[in-house]
């Protein structure tokens, strides 16, 4: 675009600034006004000096002062130089504001300059100071050039917002906003199309792009700049909306096998073999599935359903009708003992369906059903493991070339190294907190001219926003009921600085349980002891182990350990001997977070448990009272009373509604934490949408983008909307097509 190269040209004339702004990553005239104020200062809410020390530390506050002395100094541990400037306000208080690294406003401020700070309050040695201090205006003498000057004494006229700036090195928050400025004064009207159709900003009241541009940079009222950032994060929502929807036809145009059945019956004979009915969300979530894999289009399906829900079944009765369609599944599990559970249990659940390999047939499934009517329901359930010894391997990576195995478990590994298939129909992931937007591009780009059918399980309940944000392509399904009925896990939060002795109440509680043949999870952070910050001696497997068996009351009891370090076969003989109930207590660590099924369990201890998050503590209980009968929760902690750790792990002992648990815990985090690294708007450059203020915002943007990827697939009418997405997601795109 070399009209408004131009034009910046004229907004910023001298070097020194065009390199200043360069620095700063602006480069031309669009950039440069989209680069929004963090905030606005509210000229009515002018803070007294002497007043300070009434608000609590870190509040935002401006002030209104003359400068009353300046000093530099170098710093002595640091390269480095602070400079203090000494304010005193009309009302006769005084404040030091403190500086780092801007020595050259030593120069620029003197005695009886007037300035406006805006600040946060904090007391250092006793003493209250002025950090992060930003000087809004000052006077005209810290501004460089005449045309500054001006407009920086209209504005110290405090009637209006004051928009603060990030600032970076020399480019001071009071310089971007004359550059902008110039920029909206110099723009012609007509000079950028709005990204935002006209019927959707008529629809929803949302200002126009010129004049949300003009109420960021010189709001008249702060309600004028909520408004326009408003505007902003709806289109920003739209357009990552319309991203998100576009990909997914991309994907969808791709073609996938259709798995329609009919050439096997596995799934027909699991049925009639079930020994009870499926939950109405199971029939319905199972009926959805079934009909997307029948088709051409690729399924892309996120199921959630709490620990208990009956997700395992769901994907196993998907893989049958693969197999059913002479295709082979996939099922990936985040870790080796994961894989193995599952590798275990689909086969338990299979029962005499299941086979090592398929027989003769396997190579003739494309002709329809058989005379033997056995053989037409087996299915072949094969495990693969980088742990595995080579030969037993090869065995496998062999069988599942030719065809012979129809449903393979593993990790991840499984995708990336040199497995191939006679025919990949489906693929399973267990736990998407694993397996990202990369990773589905990553197998979208692995299965060549066919897609696989893709069906990804989570546990952990996302709430609906930030679902629609993250995993945008996909659709979703949730098990809302639990075939057991509702849990009935008494949590309870054991408080051990304050009440040590309770331990001995926790183990007498274990004796009973053990006594009644139930048995018992114990879950730690950590493998190895270790020490806090405190000095106290956090306990390792092995260490509570021995401890447990040095109780009396637990004399009879069998324990065992079960830790990532360990071999994979002890770790396989470790779960089996658990799910066999020939152990008692079985103390790991969260190696059992998601996935493992033993219906006897019924006691689950959490050691330390104000290390883990909510989610995890949510999961690790989950993990008992799988059989619907009674069951007990300790969350064993050392967090102080009055602590945020104890009330989170209160507020987990208060309700067992693992979506009103997600809800509250998206909310207690901050922004940046709540979607990790799958966020999005960690990588692009997402500046004004939330997913946890937005989300009704995010909600309606969906729909609009249906609506008008319905009416113009390619964005033609909208050629500013097609030209903000590709802006806006550019990076995004590559970095996910260098990871696949
Ligand atoms: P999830 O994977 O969602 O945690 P699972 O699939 O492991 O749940 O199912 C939990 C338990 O409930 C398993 O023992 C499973 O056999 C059983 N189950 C699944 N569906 C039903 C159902 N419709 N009725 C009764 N039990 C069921
Ligand atoms: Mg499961």
């Known amino acids: 675009m070399s009209e408004p190269d131009a034009l910046f040209g004229s907004i910023v004339g001298r070097t020194q600034d065009r390199k200043l702004l360069e620095s700063a990553g602006v480069t031309g005239t669009e950039e440069l006004l989209r680069r929004f104020p963090r905030r606005w200062v509210d000229p009515g809410r002018f803070t007294e000096i002497r007043t300070l020390s009434e608000y609590e530390e870190g509040t935002d506050v401006i002030i209104h002062a003359s400068v009353l002395s300046v000093g530099t100094r170098r710093m002595q541990s640091r390269k480095g130089s602070i400079t203090t400037v000494v304010l005193a306000d009309e009302h006769g208080g005084t404040v030091e504001a403190v500086f780092f690294n801007r020595a050259w406003?030593?120069?620029?401020?003197?005695?009886?300059?007037?300035?406006?700070?805006?600040?946060?309050?904090?007391?250092?040695r006793g003493r209250l100071q002025l950090t992060s201090p930003v000087l809004l205006t000052g006077d005209g003498q810290i501004a460089t050039d005449p045309a500054d000057s001006a407009e920086d004494l209209a504005e110290l006229a405090p009637t209006r917002p004051i928009p603060v700036y990030p600032a970076s090195g020399k480019l001071t928050s009071q310089r971007f906003r004359t550059f902008a400025g110039r920029a909206?004064?110099?723009?012609?009207?007509?000079?950028?199309?709005?990204?935002?159709?006209?019927?959707?900003r008529a629809a929803h009241g949302l200002m126009g792009f010129?004049?949300?541009?003009e109420a960021m940079h010189r709001p008249r009222t702060m309600g004028q700049a909520h408004a326009a950032s408003r505007r902003w994060a709806y289109e920003e929502a739209l357009a990552l909306q319309v991203?998100?929807?576009?990909?997914?036809?991309?994907?969808?145009?791709?073609?996938?096998?259709?798995?329609?059945?009919?050439?096997?019956?596995?799934?027909?004979?699991?049925?009639?073999?079930?020994?009870?009915?499926?939950?109405p969300s199971q029939r319905e979530e199972g009926a959805r599935i079934g009909e997307e894999l029948a088709g051409a289009r690729p399924m892309n399906r996120l199921l959630q359903g709490d620990v208990g829900s009956g997700k395992t079944l769901v994907a196993m009765r998907a893989m049958l009708?693969?197999?059913?369609?002479?295709?082979?599944?996939?099922?990936?599990?985040?870790?080796?003992?994961?894989a193995a559970q599952h590798h275990r249990s689909l086969t338990a659940m299979l029962g005499e369906q299941a086979v090592p390999v398929r027989g003769r047939r396997s190579l003739f499934y494309g002709e329809g059903p058989g005379e033997d009517a056995a053989e037409d329901a087996e299915v072949a359930v094969a495990l693969l493991t980088g742990s595995m010894p080579k030969k037993a391997r090869q065995q496998v990576l062999s069988d599942l070339l030719l065809g012979s195995i129809d449903i393979v478990v593993g990790t991840h590994a499984l995708l990336s190294d040199t497995t191939m298939f006679h025919e990949l129909g489906l693929v399973i992931v267990d736990e998407q907190h694993r397996f990202g937007v990369e990773q589905r591009a990553a197998l979208r780009q692995k299965a060549g001219d066919r897609t696989p059918h893709t069906l990804v399980m989570t546990a952990t309940p996302i709430p609906r926003s930030a679902a629609?944000?993250?995993?945008?392509?996909?659709?979703?399904?949730?098990?809302?009921?639990?075939?057991?009925?509702?849990?009935?896990?008494?949590?309870?939060?054991?408080?051990l600085s304050a009440h040590p002795t309770w331990i001995e109440r926790v183990c007498e509680v274990l004796a009973e349980r053990v006594g009644q043949g139930q048995q018992v999870f114990a879950v730690l952070p950590r493998i190895e002891a270790s020490t806090d910050d405190s000095g106290r001696t956090l306990p390792g497997v092995e260490e509570c182990a021995d401890w447990l068996r040095s109780r009396p009351e637990l004399g009879g009891a069998r324990i065992e350990v079960l830790h990532g370090q360990q071999p994979t076969a002890d770790k396989e003989a470790a779960m089996a001997a658990f799910a066999a109930g020939s152990t008692d207590i079985l103390i790991s660590t969260t190696v059992v977070e998601v996935g493992i099924d033993v219906p006897n369990a019924r006691v689950m201890v959490i050691v330390d448990a104000d290390r883990f998050g909510i989610a995890q503590l949510h999961q690790?209980?989950?993990?008992?009272?799988?059989?619907?009968?009674?069951?007990?929760?300790?969350?064993?902690?050392?967090a102080e009373p009055d602590s945020e750790a104890m009330a989170r792990l209160q507020t987990v002992a208060d309700t067992l509604d693992g979506f009103a648990l997600a809800d509250f815990d998206i909310r207690s985090r901050r922004e940046g934490d709540v979607l990790g690294r799958q966020q999005w708007g960690g990588r692009s450059s997402l500046q004004h949408l939330s997913v946890l203020r937005h989300?009704?915002?995010?909600?309606?943007?969906r729909s609009d983008a249906q609506g008008l990827l319905a009416r113009d697939p390619a964005l033609r009418e909208v050629p500013g909307l097609a030209r903000r997405i590709a802006e806006l997601f550019r990076d995004t795109d590559e970095e996910i097509f260098e990871a696949g």
């Open 105 to 124: 406003m030593g120069s620029r401020l003197e005695q009886g300059t007037r300035v406006l700070v805006s600040a946060k309050t904090k007391s250092y």
């Open 184 to 200: 909206l004064d110099l723009a012609p009207a007509e000079l950028f199309e709005d990204p935002i159709p006209a019927d959707l």
């Open 210 to 213: 010129r004049d949300a541009l």
């Open 243 to 279: 991203h998100l929807l576009q990909r997914r036809q991309e994907h969808e145009a791709v073609h996938a096998l259709a798995l329609a059945g009919g050439i096997r019956t596995s799934l027909e004979a699991f049925d009639a073999r079930l020994p009870f009915p499926l939950t």
């Open 321 to 338: 009708q693969a197999a059913d369609s002479g295709a082979q599944s996939v099922m990936l599990a985040p870790t080796e003992v994961l």
């Open 468 to 495: 629609l944000t993250v995993f945008g392509d996909l659709d979703f399904s949730t098990l809302t009921d639990l075939p057991a009925g509702p849990k009935r896990i008494a949590t309870h939060v054991v408080p």
């Open 620 to 638: 690790l209980r989950g993990r008992v009272g799988r059989s619907g009968e009674e069951s007990l929760c300790f969350l064993l902690t050392h």
């Open 695 to 701: 989300e009704e915002l995010i909600r309606t943007a």
